[in-house]
């Protein structure tokens, strides 16, 4: 197994392309109640970085190699994978983007997970403790439309593909019926009611914030 030396900090990976709206609000806020707690935070936006998802070179899966969790693929996302393994949490946050997480979070998965994962049904983690995870979804469907819409299979998936990497904790916040545009006026939107839509963050996003900096608390606890 692997062993790394880990660091009392949690990293912030945005997988979204905005960064001062809903998920990135929220994945500050995660990072400020781990802050609370005296860890070390680190907000990374993805849609900075050059990188793609995994190639399947497979030399993480070899057998001289598959203990160390490293990828060998170099490129943007190289210092990332190198700062969460000496990391003790990461949280993501994601908006749905056509019912799943947006490409940049999902190639950013098949690195980060693959990495830490042997084809071995004995001992399927190659960490004996990995990270606390948080994950945080952001999207315009309301929270009575996750189960019909599929997306709760979405998310049962995530928590079971870093379920394995051996974390003290998992953590999965779903935001919904988020405002998407400044004005609503500029834009053939007619199935979102601006009303509705203002309502719901003025009433409704502060507790998704609130819940937010609590997720960022227990990471940085390891709870
Ligand atoms: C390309 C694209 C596809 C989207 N697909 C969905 C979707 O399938 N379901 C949904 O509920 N919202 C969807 N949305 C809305 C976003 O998930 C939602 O506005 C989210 O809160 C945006 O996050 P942000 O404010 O951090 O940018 C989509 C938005 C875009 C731009």
Same mark, same amino acid.
């Given at each position: 197994?692997?062993?790394?030396? /880990? ?38 936006? =993805? ?48 908006? !749905? ?13 098949? /690195?980060?997970?693959? !990495? ?29 439309? =996750? ?17 394995? =990497? ?12 988020? =405002? ?5 006026? /500029? ?30 608390? /227990? ?5």
């Amino acid at each position: 197994m692997a062993s790394e030396t /880990r660091t009392h900090r949690v990293v912030g990976i945005n997988g979204g392309p905005r960064k001062n709206w809903n998920t990135a609000r929220l994945l500050e806020e995660a990072l400020c109640g781990s802050a609370s707690q005296g860890a070390a935070t680190e907000l990374v936006h =993805l849609y900075d970085l050059d990188f793609k998802g995994c190639r399947s070179c497979f030399h993480c899966k070899t057998r001289e190699n598959y203990l160390n969790g490293r990828c060998a693929q170099r490129d943007g996302l190289s210092p990332v994978l190198e700062l969460l393994a000496g990391s003790t949490a990461l949280v993501m946050g994601s908006p !749905i983007y056509l019912a799943d997480v947006t490409g940049a979070l999902r190639s950013f998965i098949e /690195r980060f997970v693959f !990495i830490n994962l042997a084809y071995d049904q004995a001992s399927p983690s190659v960490l004996e403790k990995g990270p606390s995870v948080g994950l945080i979804y952001t999207m315009n469907i309301p929270r009575e439309s =996750l189960g019909p819409f599929g997306y709760s299979v979405l998310f049962k998936s995530h928590l079971d593909f870093f379920s394995r =990497l051996n974390g003290p904790t998992i953590e999965q916040l779903a935001s919904c019926d988020t =405002l998407q545009f400044d004005d609503y006026s /500029r834009f053939h939107a007619p199935m979102f009611d601006e009303a509705h839509k203002r309502e719901v963050r003025e009433r409704r996003f502060p507790e998704d914030l609130a819940q937010a900096f609590g997720m960022g608390v /227990r990471l940085a606890a390891g709870e």
